[in-house]
């Protein structure tokens, strides 16, 4: 049975993950006009758009429960994300990406365990949305992870630990949710043909 603090606690990690897209929306748009690499650059524009998106979701997801923004929360998150935008251009290359992948695989995890608390509060219909988010902000990860790694003075760097397989956040989730495994995402080759 789920009770009115299974809601709040869902609430407030909604609340955390609505703030914490606008300090990464913020300091992404920073982000990708500092680089010049325009791989690079139009990666991490992407990647703020997607955060900008996220934004969006979980403001509806908060709308439905009857709950706001917390406005502490906003306030701070418009400081650090300008903050961190700024920096970017002061900062060199490998800094911000460094930063931005520990970040991000804190994402994931914050995205996963709001989908357990949407299950265990009474909003299964959160749970999908929450799961997608979570497999965006893996690859946000992989994505500056590889940028680290593929930067000379990056590669002597110790990194933060690396997330589990992607496939891991609906397999995980089903597991202890005692669901059946989720299919593959690509079908395997069928056997004999
Ligand atoms: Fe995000
Ligand atoms: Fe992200």
Not at 53 to 58: F, K, S
Not at 106 to 116: D, G, M, S
Not at 141 to 167: D, I, M, N, Q
Request: glycine share 10%; charged share 30%.
């Amino acid at each position: 049975m789920s009770g009115p603090d299974d809601v709040d606690r869902l609430a407030a990690i909604l609340q955390a993950a609505y703030s914490g897209e606008l300090a990464a929306g913020l300091a992404y748009r920073g982000h990708w006009r500092s680089v010049r690499g325009p791989d690079d650059r139009e990666r991490i524009r992407q990647i703020e758009r997607e955060e900008w998106h996220h934004r969006e979701l979980v403001g509806g997801m908060l709308a439905r429960l009857g709950k706001s923004p917390s406005p502490a929360r906003e306030r701070r998150a418009r400081v650090v994300g300008h903050t961190l935008g700024v920096l970017c251009h002061l900062a060199g290359w490998l800094a911000p990406m460094y930063g931005a992948g520990r970040l991000e695989s804190r994402n994931i995890v914050e995205y996963e365990t709001a989908a357990r608390l949407a299950a265990g509060a009474g909003w299964p219909e959160f749970v999908e949305c929450l799961l997608a988010m979570a497999e965006v902000e893996w690859e946000h990860e992989r994505y500056f992870r590889s940028c680290v790694e593929r930067h000379r003075l990056g590669r002597r760097l110790s990194l933060w630990p690396a997330p589990p397989p992607k496939r891991e956040i609906r397999d995980s989730f089903s597991r202890e949710m005692g669901l059946p495994p989720t299919a593959p995402a690509v079908p395997l080759p069928l056997a004999g043909r």
